[in-house]
Nanobody, 123 residues
């Protein structure tokens, strides 16, 4: 049973930074892809970033490229999303997800999801 637990959300002013964490357990994740998605009120869940557990082939949404960085700590089975230069439009619930295959942007291709963590960016 794969478990994903996000943390690190909060309230930050525009231009500020946050680092989200996603602790993964229940599997050996060497063949998995991990992704970050977000969902704002009244909107569909959207892709933010994804990475193979090996670290090869990281993808970013155009809206966050250059501001967000996806990284991992193999020893801790944890992935991170460093978010800099935050904007009010980044406000959403952020979800960590996993799939036993390659990196992909499509939300419906991910099999395992965390409970989400709220990020609120004030103007």
């Amino acid at each position: 049973q794969v478990q994903l637990v996000e943390s690190g959300g909060g309230l930050v002013q525009a231009g500020g930074s946050l680092r989200l964490s996603c602790a993964a357990s229940g599997r050996t994740f060497s063949s998995y892809a991990l992704g970050w998605f977000r969902q704002a009120p009244g909107k569909e869940r959207e892709f933010v970033a994804a990475m193979n557990w090996s670290g090869v082939g990281t993808l970013y949404a155009d809206s966050v490229k250059g501001r967000f960085t996806f990284s991992r700590d193999n020893a801790k089975n944890t992935v991170y999303l460093q978010m800099n230069s935050l904007k009010p439009e980044d406000t959403a619930v952020y979800y960590c997800a996993a799939r036993r295959a390659g990196v992909i942007r499509q939300t419906y291709e991910y099999d395992y999801w965390g409970q989400g963590t709220q990020v609120t960016v004030s103007s």
